[in-house]
C-alpha cells in the first residue's frame, strides 16, 4: 500500500520568509515517482514537479527547491523569499511502478497562506 | 487551448437524480483519471482507465461508472445521487500510468 503524509494542515508566513512544506511516503515499491501540486484559490491544480525514485539530486526552479532523501522517505518543499501568490494548498503526490500502484496517491494537503 | 477540460464546472442537482460529467484531453495521452475531492480537500483516485485497462477504486460505489468512448474522452457517470456524493471532481489525464497527470478544472457537484 501506499502512503503519503502531510503532517503540516495549515501554514502561515509573512511575505519573504522562506518556508518549507514537509512529505513523507510511504511505499514498497523500489521504483516510484513523487510529485508536488499547488491548488491556488481558484481551484485548478498545477503541476510543479516529478521526481523519480533514482534521482536523488535536489532540484531548485526559481524560488522553489525539492529536497529528496530515500534515507527518511521524504520529498520537502521549500518556498524562498514567500509572496502573497504562493498562498494555495500544496499537495504531495505518489505514485508506484506497478499495476494499480502507478496512479497518483495524494497527502492531505498543507494549506499555504502568505500574508503580506 | 485547454489541455484536459471537463464539463460542466457547477452542477447542482436532487437527490435520486443521474447525472454526467464530461472530460476530454487533447494532449494525446494514453491515460486518463477521475479524482473525487472531498470538502476536507482530500483527493483521492476513482478511476484509472487507459484503452487496456480500467482499475476502479474498490471504495467507489458502483453507481459510479467511467465511460471512454475514444482515448480522448473519459466521462463520468453518476446513478442515484446521493448527499455525500456532493464534492469536485477532478478528470486527469497522463502520458503513461505513474507520470504526471494534468487536471480538468474540476466540477463541483452539489446534491441537494
Known amino acids: 500500500a501506499q502512503k503519503v503524509t502531510q503532517a503540516q494542515t495549515e501554514i502561515s508566513v509573512v511575505e519573504k520568509e522562506d518556508v518549507t512544506l514537509d512529505c513523507v511516503y510511504e511505499t514498497r515499491d523500489t521504483t516510484y515517482y513523487l510529485f508536488w501540486y499547488k491548488q491556488p484559490p481558484s481551484g485548478e491544480l498545477v503541476f510543479l514537479i516529478r521526481?523519480?525514485?533514482?534521482?536523488?539530486q535536489n532540484e531548485i526552479s526559481g524560488r522553489y527547491s525539492w529536497n529528496f532523501q530515500k534515507s527518511t522517505s521524504s520529498f520537502n518543499f521549500t518556498i524562498t523569499a514567500s509572496q502573497v501568490v504562493d498562498s494555495a494548498v500544496y499537495f504531495c503526490?505518489?505514485?508506484?511502478?506497478?499495476?494499480?500502484?502507478?496512479?497518483?496517491?495524494f497527502g492531505s494537503g498543507t494549506q499555504l497562506t502568505v500574508l503580506p | 487551448d485547454t489541455a484536459v477540460s471537463q464539463t460542466p464546472k457547477y452542477l447542482v442537482t436532487q437527490m435520486g437524480n443521474d447525472k454526467s460529467i464530461k472530460c476530454e484531453q487533447n494532449l494525446g495521452h494514453d491515460t486518463m483519471y477521475w479524482y473525487k475531492q472531498d470538502s476536507k480537500k482530500f483527493l483521492k483516485i476513482m478511476f484509472s482507465?487507459?484503452?487496456?485497462?480500467?482499475?476502479i477504486n474498490e471504495t467507489v460505489p458502483n453507481r459510479f461508472s467511467p465511460k471512454s468512448p475514444d482515448k480522448a474522452h473519459l466521462n463520468l457517470h453518476i446513478n442515484s445521487l446521493e448527499l455525500g456524493d456532493s464534492a469536485v471532481y477532478f478528470c486527469?489525464?497522463?502520458?503513461?500510468?505513474?507520470?504526471?497527470?494534468?487536471f480538468g478544472q474540476g466540477t463541483r457537484l452539489t446534491v441537494v
Open positions: 521526481r523519480n525514485s533514482f534521482d536523488e
Open positions: 482507465y487507459n484503452n487496456k485497462e480500467l482499475i
Open positions: 486527469a489525464s497522463s502520458q503513461v500510468r505513474g507520470a504526471e497527470a494534468f
Open positions: 503526490a505518489l505514485s508506484g511502478y506497478s499495476g494499480s500502484a502507478r496512479q497518483l496517491t
